[in-house]
Each structure stands twice: as C-alpha cells, then as structure tokens.
C-alpha cells in the first residue's frame, strides 16, 4: 500500500480535522501505518493558503480543511483543483446547508467550540469553588476568590455567591456572628473585591422568623430578636469598615439586582 500524505489545513486548532482525517484513515487496514499527518493551525490568509497548496502539490499530498472563513475555502477549493491536488472541504458545505436552513450567516470567527468550550468549564470550576468556600468554610478560599461576600445570616450570600459563579467568577463568602472573630484572610483581601450585605432589621426579623417556623421551631429564638439582629449588625459595620469594602444594602433587591451591582462596580 502506498504512502498517504495528509495536511490538515485549518484557521483553528485543526483538531476536528485531524480527528475526521484519522477516523476516516482507519476504515482502511493498515492505512494509518502507512500516513503521514502534517496540521496546519491558526491559517487567515490566503498567503498562507497558497503556500500550503503549492507545498502538498510538490509532495502529493491530499488536503482535508476546516475553515470557517468562506473567502478562504472558495480560494483553497479553486487553486486545488487548478493544481490538482486532492481536497476535501469538512466544514463548508455543512456550514452552507445551514446558512441554508436558519436563513442566516455565519459569524466565520475560528475558534468558537473552543471558546465555547473553555466558557462551560469555567462556569464549572466557578461553582464548584462557590460551594466549596460557602459560608466560611474554608478561609484559604478568601485570597483566592473573585469576589468576597460578607454578611450576617440570611443576607442572600449563598444564593448570590451561586448566581455569579453563573457567570463564571469565584465567589466566597463569609458569615459575621459577634461571638466568632472573622478569619484573618478577610483583613488581607484587596477591599475592591469585597462587598459586605446588609438588610434593614425589621425585613430581617420577618425573614428570620419565617426560616424558624419553616423547619419547626419556635420564632420566639434569640435568632429572630430585633435586639440580636441589631447586635449583629452592629458587628458586621466594625468588622467592614476595618476591611474598607463596599456595603451593599440588599432589603428590597432580588438576587439578580445585587448581583448586576457587583458586576457593574467590577468593570
């Protein structure tokens, strides 16, 4: 069986070429020992092209391309038939059916699964980290952290920490309780990246309450006292004010209003 050169042409990566050439390649035995796979990644422009072809003309080489840019394939398919050089076009006419079907044009920007891809990971990686500093778990997570959250119970913390991490930023947050000095990492974060929630005392009161009856307790405990939310809010303002961070009052916000602060106060 004769050799099988092949040059895997793409304005990406070329891993998708590579792998369709491969598969491809496989369906015939022994054709995999015998092929020599050469990629070509990162191609934008036609001086690149034509380089390559007149490369795989001198050493019969057989092109398979993934190019998004329907300018480039139109002149990669013109020069390989002018020199005739065999090539097979992997993304245009999938990219023309469907150009076809949502009556709309491609972006033709290179890249984009893996973008794509890259995004869904850090999405993961943020939540991940969200559940895994929640509620001052682990103080370590504060220096490593996007944004730090600080506030007393109930103040929306965890949900807002899980909304941002939606949006792909490592959050952590803390709770201030009187009785329990803050861990030392939150007086060593950059205060630009903090933010300390606070709610007035009376809405607090009735949501502190309301968390009582819910899991069957009496709404009478010194959680849901004025005095005590009080005490602790007191608290929470001494230990902000030594951080320097921003307070934002989050009484009559829903989650995605607080968080749309946070986001806009970091760009």
Known sequence: MKQLRL???????????????????????????NAV?????????IEHLHEIIKLASQQNAFIVYTLVSKELRMYLSAETVKLGVPAVDLMGPLMDALED????????????????????????????FAVK???????????????????????????????LAHKRLKVANVPLVPEVDPPEELYQVDPAKCFGLVISPDKLNHIRKERLIALGLNDDANYAQINRIHEEITHFYKVVDRIGCEVLDVTNRAVEETANLILNKRK
Request: net charge negative.
């Open 7 to 33: 040059f895997v042409v793409s304005d990406s990566v070329g891993e998708t070429g590579e792998l369709v050439a491969k598969a491809a390649v496989s369906q015939y035995l022994y054709a995999d020992q």
């Open 101 to 128: 079907q949502l009556g709309a044009k491609p972006l033709e920007e290179a890249g984009l699964v893996r973008k794509l891809d890259d995004d869904y990971f850090k999405k993961v990686e943020a939540i991940e």
């Open 133 to 163: 500093y929640d509620d001052g778990r682990d103080p370590r997570g504060i220096l490593m952290a996007d944004i730090v959250l600080v506030g007393i119970s109930r103040t929306s913390k965890t949900p807002l920490s899980q909304y």
């Open 37 to 45: 796979m050469k990629r070509f990644p990162y191609i934008d422009s």
